[in-house]
């Protein structure tokens, strides 16, 4: 097995335990029993747990950036921006202890708005074009385009944490409807 296969291995193992059971479930000596190797050989890759979760969360980043915006790839701008919001909740939804994880608990290198949201390379920067291109259009008030999106998706966001939470006592498509007319209201508000 090569180097970075393995260190390939060790962060898609423990990815799935994080997806499944959260980031406290996620050990050296768990992740190098998923893959068949000794816990020493994990440190050889991921110098502490902190390191492998930083990969992780690189990792998971990438790939949801990868697949984002594919819901609604045509269309007007506003589909376009609603499309973006419900593969937002696809996410949240779909895999919570990830969603908790790269966006609400604590970590030393988690990005940080405004310097770390500049650069792209993550799914708030597709959002972030889109409202670039709605200010070139007319369609949105020449503003901050970070500070914009930045409206655009916390509301969404903190309902999501609400939901999470078990405080809105909806089912999966009553809540999905609140977050579309809420994201209509606050692309009201922007234009």
């Known amino acids: 097995m090569s180097t970075s296969n393995t260190a390939e291995k060790i962060a898609v193992a423990a990815q799935t335990v994080l997806v499944s059971e959260g980031a406290d479930a996620v050990t050296m000596r768990r ?4 893959v068949g190797v000794s816990p020493m050989a994990t440190y050889k890759h991921y110098p502490s747990r902190q390191a492998l979760l930083d990969a992780v969360a690189e990792r998971a980043f990438r790939e949801l950036a990868e697949g984002w915006g594919t819901r609604v790839t045509g ?3 506003e589909d376009r921006a609603l499309g973006l919001m419900q593969d937002f909740l696809d996410f949240a939804l779909g895999q919570p202890h990830l969603y908790g994880f790269l966006m609400t608990e604590r970590r030393q290198r988690a990005r940080r708005f405004p310097d ?3 650069g792209g390379g993550s799914p708030f920067s597709m959002v972030v ?3 670039e291109e709605g200010m070139r259009d007319g369609l949105v008030r ?11 998706t916390s509301p969404i966001q903190g309902l999501v944490q609400l939901y999470l939470g078990g405080r809105i006592g909806l089912e999966e498509d009553g809540f999905r409807g609140l977050c579309e007319r809420t994201a209509r209201r606050v692309l009201d508000g922007v234009r």
């Open 31 to 34: 992740v190098a029993d998923m």
């Open 116 to 118: 770390d949201f500049e």
């Open 142 to 152: 020449k503003d901050d385009p970070l500070e914009v999106t930045l409206a655009l």
């Open 75 to 77: 269309g007007s701008w």
């Open 129 to 131: 074009a889109l409202v």
